[in-house]
């Protein structure tokens, strides 16, 4: 990983997330954040999933895990479950639906089914399932745009190192 600059910036970025969100808490999430931590260092030396997809992940797994997991069971202001039309707002964790997309200024994102199911595997299941599933190009990008938007929202800053990263 050290020959290899892209790696070496990426993995400071994980390095600093984890610390940020996790310096000052319990024993037991400090444990679990170590472990998402050098498991997403692993994956990323191996180099066997797009560091698109392994950033994303990481970025929405670390959310959750410090308590800033998003809303993606149902439409904020209607309450309507999750279902084929729904927007994510990235500023505030939250979905909408159709229907109530246009009753906020905030700018929503639309997501497809694909998209959502990527976000909840991210946050909700085993570690390596985690980072086991594959999108298309265009969801991926999209995936890796809604990861670093919000989680940079919940931070209230932009990290150097994400910076260096881009």
Do not use: H, W
Not at 45 to 54: A, G, I, Q, R, Y
Not at 123 to 131: N, Q, R, T
């Amino acid at each position: 990983m050290r020959t290899d600059p892209e790696k070496l910036a990426l993995a400071a970025y994980f390095a600093r997330l984890t610390y940020d969100l996790f310096s000052s808490a319990a024993k037991e999430d400090c444990a679990k954040a170590l472990r998402l931590f050098l498991n997403t260092l692993a994956f990323l030396e191996e180099d066997k999933m797009p560091k698109t997809l392994l950033k994303a992940v990481f970025e929405m797994r670390c959310m959750a895990m410090s308590g800033y997991r998003p809303d993606l069971s149902a439409c904020r202001i209607c309450k309507k479950s999750a279902g084929d039309a729904v927007f994510f707002l990235p500023q505030r964790g939250q979905l909408v639906c159709a229907d109530c997309k246009n009753s906020g200024s905030e700018e929503a994102v639309s997501l497809n089914g694909d998209l959502l199911c990527a976000m909840k595997s991210a946050m909700s299941s085993d570690l390596k399932e985690a980072f086991s599933f594959r999108l298309g190009e265009k969801n991926l990008r999209r995936f890796a745009f809604l990861a670093e938007t919000y989680c940079i929202a919940r931070l209230e800053y932009v990290p150097a190192t994400l910076r260096y990263y881009k």
